[in-house]
């Protein structure tokens, strides 16, 4: 696949990149690429932008007529779907999920959008449990992070996949749109509501958890799940959260405290970099070097 840009201009002078989203100071991306960009000996930067709800538009007219200031994005919450719907080309999983979680600048000034969350998350389920069977599956949220997670159980093997949201209608609007771009294979699907008995059953079924919203963010003390749903899981499953900071959320206490398997989001984290370093450069990341920037956060 070829790049966007050039990772050595001829110039010398180098881009912009950042991670967009609202809150964003907390994010861990931009000492991930720069550390990259360092290993590549390269002269972009990437840098932390905070972008208001709604204002993603705005901000990208913006940076359109920047003229070549600006490389391209990576894209958080809670922009993901307008990211998509932003951009004049989508690659096809960005295409099929209806979200974006990057952006790159083509050099016409066109915003090509790509998911490589779904990518990120299945490589995270496959290292760490093999599916079974008939298995099901509870995700956590009803955004575009939660449209990357379905996507990614599907293809990982889950038999059933429970949406669970605040507003049931957002969890089953998500699995309606979902359905045309999850084939023939796809499993029994289903939505509920975040709090109450509903997600207790789907807690006391489910064999994998995926958190994709910010709770837990910015209070570690946060659940998405209350004790009371904890209480009828089996013990034996994975609990996957997409939150990385902090990296021991409330939720993936209360799962190791049942007997799961607890996964934090940052190899997600690296893994969707990767993705993005391959859209707009066309060749491979120094992930050690991003793992190693990591370990030293």
Not at 204 to 218: F, K, N, Q, S, Y
Request: charged fraction near 20%.
């Amino acid at each position: 696949m070829n790049g966007l840009i050039p990772l050595h201009p001829e110039s010398g002078e180098g881009c912009r990149f950042a991670v967009l989203g609202w809150p964003v100071a907390h994010s861990l991306s931009p000492r991930l690429h720069n550390a990259a960009f360092r290993a590549a000996g390269s002269p972009h930067t990437y840098e932390a932008v905070a972008v208001p709800p709604g204002a993603l538009f705005a901000f990208l007219a913006e940076v359109r007529s920047s003229r070549g200031a600006w490389g391209g994005f990576n894209v958080t919450l809670p922009h993901k779907t307008d990211a998509r719907q932003a951009a004049e080309e989508a690659r096809p999983a960005a295409a099929a999920l209806g979200a974006a979680n990057v952006l790159g600048l083509a050099p016409d000034g066109r915003l090509v959008a790509d998911n490589t969350d779904a990518a990120a998350a299945l490589h995270v389920l496959r290292e760490r449990r093999e599916p079974r069977r008939g298995e099901a599956a509870l995700v956590l949220g009803a955004g575009g992070a939660a449209r990357a997670a379905v996507w990614a159980l599907v293809h990982w093997g889950a038999g059933r996949v429970t949406v669970a949201a605040r507003d049931v209608s957002k969890a089953r609007a998500l699995l309606e749109e979902l359905r045309p771009a999850l084939g023939a294979e796809c499993p029994e699907l289903e939505a509920a509501a975040w709090q109450g008995e509903a997600v207790a059953r789907a807690v006391a079924v489910a064999r994998v958890i995926v958190h994709a919203t910010p709770v837990g963010l910015a209070d570690p003390d946060a659940s998405p799940l209350t004790g009371d749903a904890w209480a009828a899981a089996r013990p034996g499953g994975l609990c996957f959260d997409m939150v990385y900071s902090p990296r021991r959320t409330r939720l993936l206490r209360q799962a190791e405290a049942a007997g799961w398997t607890a996964v934090d989001g940052l190899e997600m984290l690296v893994r969707q970099a990767s993705l993005s370093w391959e859209l707009w450069f066309g060749e491979p990341a120094p992930e050690a070097a991003m793992r190693a920037a990591l370990r030293e956060a």
